[in-house]
C-alpha cells in the first residue's frame, strides 16, 4: 500500500530555534498534503494545506509565518517551526492522497508523525 | 463549518463487542472516516463510509445514516490490543483535508 514518510520522529531543540519536517509520499505523487498538530490527549488539528508549487492555505489561528510550509515537488512537502518556543511542543504528522486512484476509498495516508520537544 | 461529537471514553471487556457512536454537521458531506490511534504514533486507516449502510471488515464494522449525521463503529471478538483511540473524521466537498473529533480511548480489560 501507499506509503508516507516523515523525518524527523524525534526531534529536540531549544528555544528560538528552527526545525525542519519533511514529509514524502514513498511509492505516489501527491499534489496536496495536509499538516496536522496533535496535542497530548487531544485530537488532530489541521494546521494547513500543502500544495505543490504554489502557496500553502493555512487553517484560521495558525500563524503562517512561524509554520513555513514548503511543497516544492511531487513527493515531499516541508514544515519549518521557526523561532520554537516551548508551546510549539506537540505531535506533528503530515498526510497525503494520491492524485489518481482509491478514489473509491478515499483514503489519505499518514506519515508516522514527528514529535517536537522544545526546551 | 464542521462538529463532530464521540464519547471520550469506554471501557469493555477482552472478547465482547463495542460500539463507539459519531455524530457530525457539515456542510457538502463527503465521505466519513475511521481511524485507530495508539498512544505516541500517527492514525492508522480503518474505514470509509460515503453511502448509508454498513461496511464491514472483520472485526470491525462502520454504519452511516447520512440523514441522521450518525456513524458508528462496531468492535467485535475485543482484543488487548484494540486499546486505542478511535478518530471518528469528515471530509465535506469544499476540502479535501479531514476534519477529526476529538477521539474516543477505549480500555479493553481482561
Known amino acids: 500500500g501507499a506509503v508516507v514518510s516523515q523525518h524527523p520522529s524525534w526531534v529536540i531543540c531549544k528555544s528560538g530555534t528552527s526545525v525542519k519536517i519533511e514529509c514524502r509520499s514513498l511509492d505516489f505523487q501527491a499534489t496536496t498534503m495536509f499538516w496536522y498538530r496533535q496535542f497530548p490527549k487531544q485530537s488532530l488539528m489541521l494546521m494547513a494545506t500543502s500544495n505543490e508549487g504554489s502557496k500553502a492555505t493555512y487553517e484560521q489561528g495558525v500563524e503562517k509565518d512561524k509554520f513555513l510550509i514548503n511543497h516544492a515537488s511531487l513527493t515531499l512537502s516541508t514544515l519549518t517551526v521557526t523561532s520554537a518556543h516551548p508551546e510549539d511542543s506537540s505531535f506533528y504528522i503530515c498526510s497525503a492522497r494520491e492524485i489518481a486512484g482509491r478514489a473509491l476509498t478515499g483514503e489519505l495516508f499518514f506519515g508516522e508523525g514527528s514529535r517536537l520537544t522544545v526546551l | 463549518g464542521q462538529n463532530i461529537d464521540q464519547p471520550t471514553e469506554m471501557t469493555a471487556t477482552e472478547g465482547a463487542i463495542v460500539q463507539i457512536n459519531c455524530t457530525y454537521q457539515?456542510?457538502?458531506?463527503?465521505?466519513l472516516f475511521w481511524y485507530q490511534q495508539h498512544a505516541g504514533e500517527a492514525p492508522t486507516f480503518l474505514s470509509y463510509n460515503v453511502l448509508d449502510g454498513l461496511e464491514e471488515k472483520g472485526r470491525f464494522s462502520s454504519f452511516l445514516s447520512r440523514s441522521k449525521g450518525y456513524s458508528y463503529l462496531l468492535l467485535k471478538e475485543l482484543q488487548m490490543k484494540d486499546s486505542a483511540s478511535y478518530l471518528c473524521a469528515v471530509t465535506d466537498t469544499g476540502r479535501r483535508a479531514l476534519t477529526f473529533g476529538s477521539g474516543t480511548r477505549l480500555q479493553v480489560q481482561p
Open positions: 457539515t456542510s457538502g458531506f463527503n465521505g
